[in-house]
């Protein structure tokens, strides 16, 4: 179990990464190509790409392409559709709230504040799931939560942007997303689920491009770039991850926790490619997160045998 969970947190702070990194690449397109075309093209190139490494992975564990039962089939169509429902609803929402705020807005900082915040959706609405938590991910959670305030908001939230309403919920919907992940993962191969998950994904944002928007080619080959990562790093790779670094955790608040580290990423991320210096706060905030990840990873019987000792 303690192997799994290292193993758990070692690709659940992968997919942070590139997920952290991911924000530079969304506020980058915001401005040019429209929510739904983003997510419609990022998600069609991300299900095809993990097609070959589904059939690669397969055949490496010695198993047909295609599960033989008729219910294992349904199972994993069932589990692919409901958790590409929820995060074509995430990822959009997201990408709507990023694009919504006016120029010169704090966009990166309150979006990954506000996506991040599922650390506390997550758990709370676990509850329902009869999941509990455990005392050292509880208290977890608060730091975690503390650190993204210091590392997002430190000088206060100024203007209350329509942008920081959506990505609110958007938050709320990527909790939803990871339990229902949680659900399924341990039934169905994860790196189909991924695939599918993301065809899901995309058709429903294609009909929604087609309906709601007008999709302008020259900006979209303009941005093929943060379009490219975004497809294959950080949904391709960075959403398999999760569902792989998911399926050895267990505990689905803990796995948030691990994921919300794409706010210090992102962080970085302005560093590497935005030139951004970080200030005090943001250091601070990363070290409350990093106690947060340590806190976090304590066996939750620690305080049971301390109490036996005394």
Request: proline share 4%; hydrophobic share 55%.
């Amino acid at each position: 179990m303690k192997k799994h969970r290292i193993l758990s947190s070692v690709i659940l702070l992968t997919a942070a990464i590139i997920w952290g990194m991911a924000f530079v690449a969304q506020e980058q397109l915001a401005d040019s190509v429209p929510p739904f075309t983003v997510n419609a093209i990022r998600s069609l190139i991300a299900s095809v790409a993990l097609i070959p490494v589904t059939a690669i992975t397969r055949r490496l564990q010695g198993k047909r392409l295609l599960e033989s039962e008729p219910a294992d089939r349904k199972k994993l169509i069932k589990a692919g559709v409901v958790c590409g429902v929820m995060l074509c609803i995430s990822v959009n929402l997201q990408q709507f709230g990023i694009a919504l705020y006016p120029e010169g807005a704090p966009a990166s900082a309150h979006s990954g504040f506000l996506t991040a915040l599922y650390i506390i959706f997550v758990p709370l609405f676990g509850l329902f799931l009869h999941k509990k938590p455990g005392l050292f991910v509880g208290i977890a959670v608060i730091l975690a939560t503390v650190g993204l305030y210091f590392l997002c908001l430190y000088n206060g939230f100024g203007a209350l942007y329509t942008g920081d309403i959506v990505v609110l919920i958007c938050g709320m919907a990527f909790a939803v997303q990871i339990l229902c992940v949680d659900r399924y993962i341990g039934e169905v191969d994860g790196v189909k689920l991924s695939s599918i998950q993301f065809l899901v994904t995309g058709l429903l944002s294609a009909v929604l491009m087609l309906i709601f928007e007008k999709p302008d080619i020259s900006a979209i080959l303009a941005g093929w770039k943060p379009l490219l990562y975004l497809a294959l790093m950080s949904s391709g790779v960075g959403y398999t991850l999760q569902i792989i670094g998911q399926k050895y955790s267990d505990n689905p608040t803990l796995a948030s926790i691990l994921m919300s580290m794409e706010s210090v990423f992102a962080v970085i991320g302005g560093v590497i490619f935005m030139h951004a210096v970080p200030q005090i706060n943001e250091w601070i905030g990363c070290g409350i997160m990093l106690a947060a990840i340590i806190i976090a990873q304590l066996p939750s019987d620690l305080l049971k045998k301390k109490a036996k000792q005394i």
